[in-house]
């Protein structure tokens, strides 16, 4: 499921701020009822007792839904949708009996249903623009038939019958409806995609905290990116240095497989990176952006995001917006990936930051092999999988030969040069699944999946050949034992004792050569007669 379709859906005023504005838009109409009514006294339509006993309902009513909604927040809705209704017959009423068609009531009416488009939402806005008509058209007919007090032609002021004058404040009613009802839409919109932006981005953000490598963190900001925004394409470029940045990701239908020389002054990711500003270019340029462009041939309206982490530019984001022809991407949504971009950038420098100290804590400093403690969690890792699936797997203790001498002899320095220079060429001759690791002092373990005890003895005899051949001085010779699970021993303990035993027989017949363990062979001897 992509990162959009999981961003719950929020409305634009919560409705615990409708119900409040729209309690204070009520008490704020009983002030003016009371001043209408008292300047309309001459002209009211029954007592003034009467109006203040349904002014008073009316605010009863409007004070227990309130107080309902405090109590107990379930049903704000229907609370909320009921007294916009009772403030149609309220208002309707009030109208009425302060003059009907002249009353100066009516353009109450108007605010409501302006403050209702605003506060609810411009569907809302509109209904209660077709109640407040529908309830002027009961009223006008009431009178008309004879129900409520007829209203004479001397009581209506102004030009036209009473209907004409009706038609015409309607018409001015459904204007303002419209005209509020448009403007909220599109005021709406906007706030609406702001906030679903900003809840994508939180989303996002959450997710990154649960990213610990830099290869999910880019692959969670592409997503983030591309589901949010719709993008066709979109790659993420960046390395921890900043210099020759690298794909980490990339979200749609890129050439796989290219590999292309850093972006040289003239490329849009070199002016994004160094400028640390945002590029909009309508088409990659084939002889500046070559790699950019064979990555993603044919791109149109590309947006490139500098990567920025603690003041330094570490890569740049570049996103392909499927637009219309001459159409231009819109501020909101540059403004918003440059937001996505910053929080992916210290994710980033995070999880590089993580990985290195993960590679310290796992890698021999000296060497930079891996360390005795790698080595027995990846042997026992390997011992685990190859019990399930069936599978040999062998180890090789190496051991440089006569390497105190050489210390004595050439010094320390020269010592670890040798160390560092029989752990390089063990690591460039053994296969990319083995582990290398230095074991203690001058000796090396060499984990070797899926091998028998043949294959081991080979493979080991050509590294030892191929250290005995490497340049640089002093020279050194290695020796070494090996051993085979399950053959030779059934758990790693007993696979480095067996293994470790087959290196001291190389010792002692002489050095620089290889020793399969014999362990195998003295189980399968039959046991002596007592």
Excluded at 292 to 311: H, K
Aim: charged fraction near 20%; glycine fraction near 8%; proline fraction near 4%.
């Amino acid at each position: 499921m992509s990162t959009a379709a999981k961003i719950p859906s929020a409305e634009v005023v919560p409705i615990a701020d409708r119900t409040r504005y729209m309690q204070a838009f009520r008490l704020a109409l009983l002030p003016v009822v009371a001043i209408v009514a008292w300047l309309s006294r001459s002209s009211l339509e029954g007592t003034p007792t009467g109006l203040a006993a349904v002014t008073a309902a009316y605010l009863s009513l409007s004070l227990v839904a309130h107080l309902a909604w405090r109590v107990s927040r379930r049903g704000g809705l229907y609370l909320f949708s009921g007294m916009l209704i009772a403030d149609g017959l309220y208002l309707a009423w009030a109208s009425y009996a302060t003059g009907s068609g002249g009353s100066p009531l009516r353009y109450l009416i108007i605010l409501h249903i302006i403050a209702v488009a605003l506060l609810a939402s411009y569907r809302t806005g509109m209904k209660m623009a077709l109640w407040h008509s529908l309830l002027l058209l009961v009223v006008y007919y009431g009178q008309d038939g004879g129900l409520l007090n007829p209203l004479e032609r001397s009581d209506a002021p102004g030009p036209g019958s009473p209907f004409e004058q009706l038609l015409a404040f309607s018409a001015v009613l459904w204007f303002v409806a419209i005209a509020t009802a448009t403007f909220s839409a599109i005021n709406e919109r906007e706030l609406r995609r702001r906030r679903y932006d900003l809840e994508a981005l939180a989303l996002m953000a959450t997710r990154l905290e649960d990213q610990t490598d830099s290869a999910t963190a880019a692959n969670t900001l592409l997503t983030a990116v591309h589901g949010t925004f719709g993008f066709e394409r979109a790659l993420l470029f960046a390395s921890p240095d900043g210099q020759a940045p690298t794909l980490l990701a990339h979200v749609g239908d890129v050439t796989r497989g290219v590999r292309g020389p850093p972006p040289d002054e003239g490329s849009v990711l070199y002016q994004a990176m160094v400028t640390r500003t945002t590029q909009l270019v309508s088409a990659a340029d084939v002889d500046d952006d070559t790699w950019l462009s064979v990555l993603v041939p044919d791109a149109r309206n590309l947006l490139v995001v500098p990567l920025s982490a603690e003041g330094h530019a570490i890569g740049a984001l570049v996103a392909e917006h499927g637009m219309r022809r001459g159409s231009r991407i819109e501020r909101r949504i540059v403004a918003t990936v440059e937001r996505f971009a910053s929080h992916g950038a210290l994710a980033l420098r995070n999880a590089w930051l993580l990985e290195q100290v993960q590679e310290l804590a796992s890698t021999d400093g000296l060497t930079g092999v891996a360390n005795r403690y790698t080595f027995q969690q990846r042997l026992v890792r390997e011992l685990e999988r190859a019990a399930r699936a069936g599978d040999d797997v062998s180890l090789a203790m190496i051991d440089i030969d006569h390497f105190k001498k050489l210390n004595d002899a050439h010094g320390h320095q020269a010592g670890d040069g040798v160390l560092r220079r029989v752990a390089a060429t063990l690591s460039e001759h053994c296969r990319a699944y083995d582990t290398v690791a230095r074991y203690g002092g001058e000796e090396f373990g060499l984990i070797l999946p899926a091998t028998d005890r043949e294959e081991t003895r080979e493979l080991v005899e050509r590294l030892r050949q191929e250290v005995a051949r490497a340049q640089g001085e002093p020279r050194a010779t290695i020796s070494a034992g090996i051993a085979t699970f399950p053959t030779d021993a059934t758990d790693p303990e007993q696979l480095v004792a067996a293994a470790d035993g087959a290196l001291y027989e190389s010792k002692r017949a002489g050095r620089n050569r290889v020793t399969a363990s014999a362990r195998h062979l003295r189980a399968a001897e039959p046991p002596a007669l007592a």
